[in-house]
């Protein structure tokens, strides 16, 4: 079992910055993909970013030169610093993991809002 805390949402002006982190439990952290999700108002969870152990990084085109996602490994927590806001990226945050074995853990999503 992997149990995920994420942080670091809020409001923000188009155009700002937030960085979310998620904390991760489990002793093979570094082993994990870890990613985020997003859920707008009405419509589906949608990919948004990711990081393999290897440390590739995969982004949605839709923030793709706007958002990074880094982890470390030493904090067993991983990050998604996101600079250029725009109204449509507001949404519930979500953090996963995913394990050797397949699995895949959630955390609780945080809320991040963007005014225009």
């Known amino acids: 079992q992997v149990q995920l805390v994420e942080s670091g949402g809020g409001l923000v002006q188009a155009g700002g910055s937030l960085r979310l982190s998620c904390a991760a439990s489990g002793r093979t952290f570094s082993a994990y993909t870890m990613g985020w999700f997003r859920q707008a108002p009405g419509k589906d969870r949608e990919f948004v970013s990711a990081i393999r152990w290897t440390g590739n990084t995969y982004y949605a085109d839709s923030v793709r030169f706007r958002f990074t996602i880094s982890r470390s490994n030493a904090e067993k927590t991983v990050y998604l610093q996101m600079n250029g806001l725009k109204p449509e990226d507001t949404a519930v945050y979500y953090c996963?993991?995913?394990?050797?074995?397949?699995?895949?853990?959630w955390g609780q999503g945080t809320q991040v809002t963007v005014s225009s």
């Open positions: 996963y993991a995913r394990t050797l074995s397949g699995n895949r853990f």
